[in-house]
């Protein structure tokens, strides 16, 4: 069974400060990791994902993570924070299991302020 | 291109009523998403349909929740009757592909408030 825990439920940042939100996961074959963005009464964006190819992965709006096995971790960070950054994160893991589809399993979310 | 789609975007209803959300998923996708999330919890799958066919409803909590996609294009979640505990955020995602790393398209999610 996979499970996801996002460390941190709410997390303070001054603007221009780094953003680190971890996330780690257990998966018992190889997963496939995301991580989503909720801006306020907006529906779940798509920041970045982890599909076995290289273990650092860009995203949209500057964010990046890194998939460390050894760790069974895949924090997400941003060098610089914005105030458009002040929103709800979500990581979440996936087993491909045919016919089953993308089955997505989510860690409990971070809500990060972002201080002027 | 227009996005997934949910109505209504809120819904307050009385204990033992009965409440229907829908869900428009992207055009052309196959694969439509049911989750929820209740206040404080984390985002829960409730179900996979592929086309019109319930692929995965593991997540159902009970037999209350009744899902449908008729034609295979959108979706209907069902609550009958509807009980305290059924509060919170379902949302709808919808994917082209059956892949473990297909993106996954949300949409803003239907706030359930059962009072």
């Known amino acids: 069974a996979q499970s996801v825990t996002q460390l941190g439920s709410h997390v303070s940042v001054s603007e221009g400060a780094l953003v680190l939100l971890r996330c780690n996961y257990s998966?018992?074959?190889?997963?496939?990791l995301f991580w989503y963005v909720q801006y306020p009464n907006q529906g779940l964006q798509l920041l970045l994902k982890?599909?076995?190819?290289?273990?650092l992965v860009k995203g949209i709006n500057g964010f990046e993570a890194e998939f460390k096995k050894s760790e069974t971790s895949f924090h997400l960070t941003k060098p610089s924070a914005h105030m458009s950054d002040a929103a709800e994160y979500f990581c979440?893991?996936?087993?491909?299991?045919?016919?089953?589809?993308?089955?997505?399993?989510f860690g409990g979310g971070t809500r990060v302020l972002v201080k002027p | 291109e227009a996005g997934v789609t949910q109505f209504p975007s809120h819904s307050v209803i009385e204990k033992g009523q009965t409440v229907t959300l829908r869900c428009d998923p992207i055009?052309?996708?196959?694969?439509l998403y049911w989750y929820r999330r209740v206040m404080g919890k984390e985002i829960k799958f409730l179900l996979h349909?592929?086309?019109?066919?319930?692929?995965?409803e593991s997540g159902m909590p009970n037999n209350r929740f009744l899902a449908e996609r008729t034609g295979g294009t959108y979706s209907t979640l069902k609550v009958q009757p509807a009980e305290l505990e059924d509060s919170g955020v379902y949302f709808c995602?919808?994917?082209?592909?059956?892949?473990?790393?297909?993106?996954?398209?949300f949409g803003q999610g239907t706030r359930l408030t059962v009072v």
């Open positions: 995602a919808s994917s082209q592909g059956g892949a473990g790393n297909t993106e996954a398209f």
């Open positions: 998966s018992s074959v190889p997963p496939y």
């Open positions: 982890y599909t076995s190819a290289a273990t």
């Open positions: 979440a893991v996936s087993e491909y299991v045919k016919a089953a589809g993308n089955k997505l399993t």
């Open positions: 055009s052309g996708h196959d694969n």
């Open positions: 349909f592929v086309k019109e066919s319930k692929q995965d």
